[in-house]
């Protein structure tokens, strides 16, 4: 069973008890409810009428009591032990335990010197001895103790009743957490949409560079086709003038086939005329 239902539980006993007995008979219960290992909350219990009723009777401050577990702290009792019953080991125990979510709430790093002043604590092992066997077996806190730096620090804490004139300022906290937030959903909107803007522009640039490189890819290619083309009409040109040359020097050289024919031809005689 966790923390909240046995506690839940144990509010709607003592609530019971209290809407069931007289005013007269309120203060032992109410020792009893500030005393209890597993009760760590009281509004519930301050809301009941008959509870209400001990204002201004002989037994007011019983509901001191009452209100100082649910809102104080040890130190919050000590200013004030002269109007307030004197507390049992339990109860001291108890507000001491409060004192420490007190601190929880706010704070996520709790330094051993301040609890060690807070709780009336001489040494360090007394203080983790009592954040150890007291706070986190009891398990309304988690958490981890640095002795390096000394301090503990908050993992977890189970919230105590709301002081009046809490609630107001807790839900403007929640308004302007709300409105952070809303202004943070929008910046976040926009980002989400400069970022598909900007993929958009990278996709159609990289399709861009990939087409101008295709038309490059094909200009070289074609390039390359006439550059071929061009080199093997040059080289066959080169070729036809070789051979023709070759002939050229066959035909009309000294010695060479035509001066050959011309030789070989039998000189005709010339006959006088008659």
């Given at each position: 069973?966790?923390?909240?239902?046995?506690?839940?539980?144990?509010?709607?006993?003592?609530?019971?008890?209290?809407?069931?007995?007289?005013?007269?008979?309120?203060?032992?219960?109410?020792?009893?409810?500030?005393?209890?290992?597993?009760?760590?909350?009281?509004?519930?219990?301050?809301?009941?009428?008959?509870?209400?009723?001990?204002?201004?009777?002989?037994?007011?401050?019983?509901?001191?009591?009452?209100?100082?577990?649910?809102?104080?702290?040890?130190?919050?009792?000590?200013?004030?032990?002269?109007?307030?019953?004197?507390?049992?080991?339990?109860?001291?125990?108890?507000?001491?335990?409060?004192?420490?979510?007190?601190?929880?709430?706010?704070?996520?790093?709790?330094?051993?010197?301040?609890?060690?002043?807070?709780?009336?604590?001489?040494?360090?092992?007394?203080?983790?001895?009592?954040?150890?066997?007291?706070?986190?077996?009891?398990?309304?806190?988690?958490?981890?103790?640095?002795?390096?730096?000394?301090?503990?620090?908050?993992?977890?804490?189970?919230?105590?009743?709301?002081?009046?004139?809490?609630?107001?300022?807790?839900?403007?906290?929640?308004?302007?957490?709300?409105?952070?937030?809303?202004?943070?959903?929008?910046?976040?909107?926009?980002?989400?949409?400069?970022?598909?803007?900007?993929?958009?522009?990278?996709?159609?640039?990289?399709?861009?560079?990939?087409?101008?490189?295709?038309?490059?890819?094909?200009?070289?290619?074609?390039?390359?086709?006439?550059?071929?083309?061009?080199?093997?009409?040059?080289?066959?040109?080169?070729?036809?003038?070789?051979?023709?040359?070759?002939n050229d020097e066959i035909y009309f050289q000294p010695g060479g086939v035509m001066d050959y024919e011309d030789r070989s031809?039998?000189?005709?005689?010339?006959?006088?005329?008659?």
């Amino acid at each position: 069973m966790d923390i909240e239902q046995k506690q839940a539980e144990v509010i709607n006993h003592f609530v019971k008890q209290a809407s069931t007995l007289q005013v007269s008979l309120l203060t032992p219960l109410i020792v009893e409810a500030t005393a209890h290992p597993s009760l760590f909350a009281f509004s519930e219990i301050l809301a009941v009428p008959s509870v209400a009723e001990l204002e201004g009777t002989e037994n007011s401050r019983y509901l001191d009591v009452l209100r100082l577990f649910a809102y104080g702290t040890w130190t919050d009792y000590k200013n004030n032990a002269g109007r307030l019953p004197e507390l049992i080991p339990d109860q001291v125990l108890k507000l001491k335990q409060l004192t420490v979510l007190t601190f929880a709430e706010t704070n996520k790093v709790l330094p051993y010197d301040q609890l060690m002043q807070e709780l009336d604590v001489t040494n360090v092992r007394e203080l983790e001895d009592f954040l150890i066997n007291e706070c986190m077996y009891a398990g309304i806190v988690r958490g981890k103790l640095d002795q390096l730096r000394r301090c503990f620090e908050v993992q977890f804490a189970a919230g105590r009743d709301l002081r009046p004139g809490q609630l107001g300022n807790m839900l403007q906290t929640l308004s302007n957490w709300l409105a952070t937030s809303e202004d943070l959903l929008v910046s976040i909107q926009e980002k989400i949409k400069w970022a598909d803007t900007t993929s958009e522009l990278d996709k159609q640039h990289r399709k861009d560079v990939e087409d101008r490189v295709e038309e490059v890819k094909k200009s070289l290619s074609l390039k390359s086709m006439c550059l071929t083309y061009v080199l093997a009409e040059v080289t066959h040109c080169k070729q036809a003038d070789i051979d023709f040359r070759s002939n050229d020097e066959i035909y009309f050289q000294p010695g060479g086939v035509m001066d050959y024919e011309d030789r070989s031809r039998s000189k005709r005689r010339r006959h006088p005329r008659s």
